[in-house]
């Protein structure tokens, strides 16, 4: 079955620090693999799709076929990164699935 | 319009109740999405609907949650009966051809069930 997994419920860092959000997910077909962001207040908003290969904000993901996993990585995060961060998979013949959802805490 | 609408933005219920939850996607999107959102629980995937076809309805918790979609645009959630676990962000999205491409979400509909 599909599934996309975040082990991590809360993720603290200091200011400046780098820091890496996980996903890994389960899907025997050709994945697409997004990562979508949810600040304090606001809607859910697109961050970076793989297949773009794009840097966000700073943030970047790689697709690891072998590793089964798209973490998301910024080199040095800052306060305003301090957010709720999902991993989501689409594929063939099912509904777009999201993990449980990482809070990332940037601490000055 | 502009972007995924839902309304109302808050509702509180008495338990038992019944409410509807409305969501009115981007015009031409023709994947509709529900989603629920509470603590501890991330986004729970409830109902998905494509164009014509049958929606999947797979991840309704129970009976009392239904959900249509009339002439392929707005879409109501309905939920009978609330129960207290039922308090939740109530999210839509859609999505112009379904998957993941063009993927836009409402603010959501914060449900309290009293």
């Known amino acids: 079955a599909q599934r996309v997994t975040q082990p991590e419920k809360l993720l603290s860092v200091f200011k400046g620090a780098p820091v890496e959000l996980k996903c890994n997910y389960s899907y025997s077909g050709s994945p697409e693999l997004f990562w979508y962001v949810q600040y304090s207040r606001q809607r859910l908003q697109l961050l970076l799709r793989h297949i773009s290969r794009e840097s966000i904000k700073g943030f970047t993901a790689d697709l690891n076929k072998g590793e089964t996993s798209f973490h998301l990585k910024k080199p040095f995060a800052q306060e305003e990164d301090s957010a709720m961060y999902y991993c989501a998979l689409s594929g063939q013949g099912f509904s777009f699935i999201f993990g449980k959802g990482t809070r990332l805490l940037v601490k000055p | 319009g502009a972007g995924v609408s839902q309304s109302p933005s808050n509702k509180v219920t008495e338990k038992g109740k019944d409410v509807e939850l409305r969501c009115d996607p981007i015009?031409?999107?023709?994947?509709l999405y529900w989603y629920r959102q509470s603590l501890g629980q991330g986004l729970e995937f409830l109902i998905y609907f494509q164009g014509n076809s049958a929606p999947d309805k797979s991840g309704l918790p129970s009976d009392r949650f239904s959900a249509e979609r009339t002439g392929g645009s707005v879409s109501t959630l309905t939920i009978q009966r609330t129960q207290q676990e039922d308090s939740a962000v109530y999210l839509c999205?859609?999505?112009?051809?379904?998957?993941?491409?063009?993927?836009?979400f409402g603010s959501g509909t914060r449900l309290t069930v009293v």
């Open positions: 015009s031409g999107h023709t994947a």
């Open positions: 999205a859609s999505s112009p051809t379904g998957g993941g491409y063009g993927y836009t």
